[in-house]
T-cell receptor, first 113, second 114 residues
Framework: AQTVTQSQPEMSVQEAETVTLSCTYD???????LFWYKQPPSRQMILVIR??????QNATENRFSVNFQKAAKSFSLKISDSQLGDTAMYFC??????????FGTGTSLTVIP | DGGITQSPKYLFRKEGQNVTLSCEQN?????MYWYRQDPGQGLRLIYY???????QKGDIAEGYSVSREKKESFPLTVTSAQKNPTAFYLC?????????????FGPGTRLTVL
């Protein structure tokens, strides 16, 4: 079965500090793609970052980076220099071969001024 | 602008009525998806479609129906058979056959049953 687990329902961080959101997944496939999406209070789902499983180098997008550990099936998101606009729900997701995406239950992040 | 539109933003339904949620995309994406979002449960897949005139059930298809007559459009009908339809509904699309494999989302429709 394909599953995604986000074990931190809620987190908070002080503005300008760094925070890491955890995600683990389970799949028997070797090739897949991993994503982090952000859902602010507007509820629009926004792509934050993506990672191809066959690439060993961790993806980075400005203040956002991932720590991808394929053997451990772990895909954590690090947000550096946290800003008030980072306050949102964050969802980890992946797609193995095929067409179905699998999502975690989300982590609610609050950035404290 | 390219993107995914969903309408209406808010929808109210009386019990026993069918309602249809619209989803349109001009991104030339092949695959389209419908998700339901409830508090604390993340996104659950209702239906998805890879090509015109073809679609597959997701994890929670009971009480829902879809059609895919055009590449750009993937409407979702919530039927009276859906026992608890009050939720936030998200439509998404993806271009298949590329290594990016990224799904993009519309703004969502909030459905409330009165």
């Amino acid at each position: 079965a394909q599953t995604v687990t986000q074990s931190q329902p809620e987190m908070s961080v002080q503005e300008a500090e760094t925070v890491t959101l955890s995600c683990t997944y389970d799949t028997s496939e070797n090739n897949y793609y991993l994503f982090w999406y952000k859902q602010p209070p507007s509820r629009q789902m926004i792509l934050v970052i993506r990672q191809e499983a066959y690439k060993q180098q961790n993806a980075t997008e400005n203040r956002f980076s991932v720590n991808f550990q394929k053997a451990a099936k772990s895909f954590s998101l690090k947000i550096s220099d946290s800003q008030l606009g980072d306050t949102a729900m964050y969802f980890c997701a992946f797609i193995p071969t095929g067409n179905q995406f699998y999502f975690g239950t989300g982590t609610s992040l609050t950035v404290i001024p | 602008d390219g993107g995914i539109t969903q309408s209406p933003k808010y929808l109210f339904r009386k019990e026993g009525q069918n309602v249809t949620l619209s989803c349109e995309q001009n991104l030339n994406h092949d695959a389209m998806y419908w998700y339901r979002q409830d508090p604390g449960q993340g996104l659950r897949l209702i239906y998805y479609s890879q090509i015109v005139n073809d679609f597959q059930k997701g994890d929670i298809a009971e009480g829902y129906s879809v059609s895919r007559e055009k590449k750009e459009s993937f409407p979702l009908t919530v039927t009276s058979a859906q026992k608890n339809p009050t939720a936030f509904y998200l439509c998404a699309s993806r271009r298949t056959g590329t290594e990016l494999n990224t799904q993009y989302f519309g703004p969502g429709t909030r459905l409330t049953v009165l």
